[in-house]
């Protein structure tokens, strides 16, 4: 959809406050149209941050559809979306501000996230009693990775987002030699720019 | 300060919507002594949260007086924090849209966290490499574990919070036994209305 795209073009060049007139001309609609869809500027934010989720999730399917051990398809997508942080920052500005998307149970990484949760229970690699509850805490630890990644620029991305993966899949019942091992294995390339 | 209580009493009420006259008002103060501390009614809100979560730690701090193993400490702390999200929601609320606050280094909750955390280490109670991004995660776990309790009304939060402190305490490199030891002890009450 033409609203969300300018949305997206204007998050990534950092132009959060620009009015709503400026989007729906960049998008070539009218104000009605606008109105029709979105009741701020600030919900049309999180329906095309929404949408990066969903196309970040797509992505990570994948990159990870070759991979059988479910905990290394676990860890290969925290990881990369712990680089997402550091790599996409005017987006994850505005997710950080609108986290209730990441934890949101329908769409984008949480569904996925929950597969693959369950998935690493059934093949034994983890140990979780509430996959739910365990979710939340994972999307929670993903994003205090994403506020250091933001608050500390020198801050290694990938060293630090693999220690947290670490921590995260220990959560999981791994044994930290897992956890490692799993964590130490190759990344596919992701292009995280458009 | 008169703004702060003021608008603490407006969060408890779950009156988010007021006009900054009306807080005036409440506080009994003019209109410009509201602009010469606060830009806006939002950045009121974050203060009466961030003293709230000041005010948290310093009940935490005097609840915990008593208890000599830092793990235990670090324990009673994140399993009534957890229960605090049930039990005081109009203020959990404001805190989950300005979870910045929560990690914010020098007030609050923070800096208390990492000193258990460092003193847990120092007991030799916790294996953590690097304590800032540890606490992040931790942070984060309570920010998940908050928006479930929010979102899963129904939810047992005493048995939830427990859940996730448990998890935490294992991430912190504790051995699943002693995470469930230390998450067994009885805990201090602790008044959630003032």
């Given at each position: 959809m033409a609203?969300?795209?300018a949305a997206q073009s204007m998050i990534a060049v950092g132009k959060l406050n620009?009015?709503?007139?400026?989007?729906?001309?960049?998008?070539?609609?009218?104000?009605?149209?606008?109105?029709n869809h979105f009741d701020s500027k600030e919900e049309l934010f999180e329906a095309a941050v929404a949408d990066v989720l969903?196309?970040?999730?797509a992505v990570l399917d994948l990159l990870t559809s070759g991979i059988e051990d479910p905990a290394a398809v676990?860890?290969?997508?925290?990881?990369?979306?712990?680089?997402?942080?550091?790599?996409?920052?005017?987006?994850?500005?505005i997710l950080l501000a609108n986290w209730g998307a990441l934890l949101?149970?329908?769409?984008?990484?949480a569904p996925r996230a929950l597969r693959d949760i369950k998935a690493g229970v059934a093949a034994?690699?983890?140990h979780v009693e509430d996959p739910e509850l365990t979710l939340a805490v994972a999307a929670g630890a993903l994003l205090g990775l994403g506020h250091l990644l933001q608050s500390q620029p020198d801050r290694d991305a990938g060293a630090t987002a693999?220690?947290?993966?670490?921590?995260?899949?220990?959560?999981f019942g791994m044994s930290p030699e897992?956890?490692?091992?799993?964590?130490?294995?190759?990344l596919p390339d992701m292009l995280f720019q458009e």
């Open positions: 609203l969300i795209k620009v009015p709503v007139l400026e989007i729906t001309q960049a998008a070539d609609v009218g104000m009605g149209s606008f109105y969903d196309s970040h999730g676990f860890a290969c997508s925290f990881r990369l979306s712990g680089r997402f942080f550091r790599e996409r920052p005017q987006e994850s500005r949101s149970a329908d769409r984008g990484l034994g690699r983890f693999d220690a947290v993966t670490e921590d995260v899949l220990r959560l897992d956890a490692h091992q799993v964590c130490l294995l190759p």
